[in-house]
């Protein structure tokens, strides 16, 4: 069955300092991993996918098939980082598409 | 295009009453997703269509809930009757998987139901 799983809840950090959100995932195919981003008030929205490895806000994030984990990682937290963090996993195939399952969340505070 | 469209973006009732959220999805999208958000589980998936059809509803909590979508451009979540247990923010969002399928998920600003 499918599960992603972010195993903190609440991560506070200084602005300035690295952070990283964990995600691991389960997963009998080949998956697709996504981290959304909800910032107050504002919709959820995509922040960047595994496939387009692109860097987004100055967050990466590197799909590790081993670990089966995809955690978000930043090298200096800024305070506009302080967002709620939800990490997901698809199966896109070619001829379908497959339910969009998110994890449970991961609330980042960045102490200024 | 304004995005997807949800309303009403506030609904405060009482136990037992019917209620029915809204969503108009983004034009040419062919999948809509129904969420649910609550501090304890975070964002579940409720159910979703593909074409107007509905896929998979395993999510669907118990038989309170039923979904529909006549058409390609409105859906509606309906809970009757409500239970405090329901209050929380529902989401719907969409997504184009023909042509350039980027994979993204366009979400609604969300339905925060209060049931007292």
């Known amino acids: 069955a499918q599960r992603v799983t972010q195993p903190e809840k609440l991560l506070s950090v200084f602005k300035g300092a690295p952070v990283e959100l964990k995600c691991n995932y389960s997963y009998s195919g080949s998956p697709e991993l996504f981290w959304y981003v909800q910032y107050s008030r504002q919709r959820l929205q995509l922040l960047l996918r595994h496939i387009s490895r692109e860097s987004i806000k100055g967050f990466t994030a590197d799909l590790n098939k081993g670990e089966t984990s995809f955690h978000l990682k930043k090298p200096f937290a800024q305070e506009e980082d302080s967002a709620m963090y939800y990490c997901a996993l698809s199966d896109a195939q070619k001829t379908s598409y497959d339910k969009v399952i998110f994890g449970p969340g991961t609330s980042l505070s960045v102490i200024p | 295009d304004a995005g997807v469209i949800q309303s009403p973006r506030h609904e405060v009732t009482e136990m037992g009453q019917e209620v029915t959220l809204r969503c108009k999805p983004i034009s040419g999208h062919d999948y809509l997703f129904w969420y649910r958000q609550t501090m304890m589980r975070g964002l579940e998936l409720l159910i979703y269509?593909?074409?107007?059809?509905?896929?998979?509803d395993s999510g669907m909590p118990e038989d309170r809930f039923s979904a529909k979508m006549p058409n390609a451009s409105f859906s509606t979540l309906k809970i009757q009757p409500s239970e405090p247990r329901d209050s929380a923010v529902y989401f719907c969002?969409?997504?184009?998987?023909?042509?350039?399928?980027?994979?993204?998920?366009?979400f609604g600003e969300g339905s925060r139901l209060t049931v007292l």
């Open positions: 269509f593909n074409n107007n059809v509905p896929i998979d």
């Open positions: 969002a969409s997504i184009q998987t023909s042509g350039l399928n980027t994979g993204e998920l366009f």
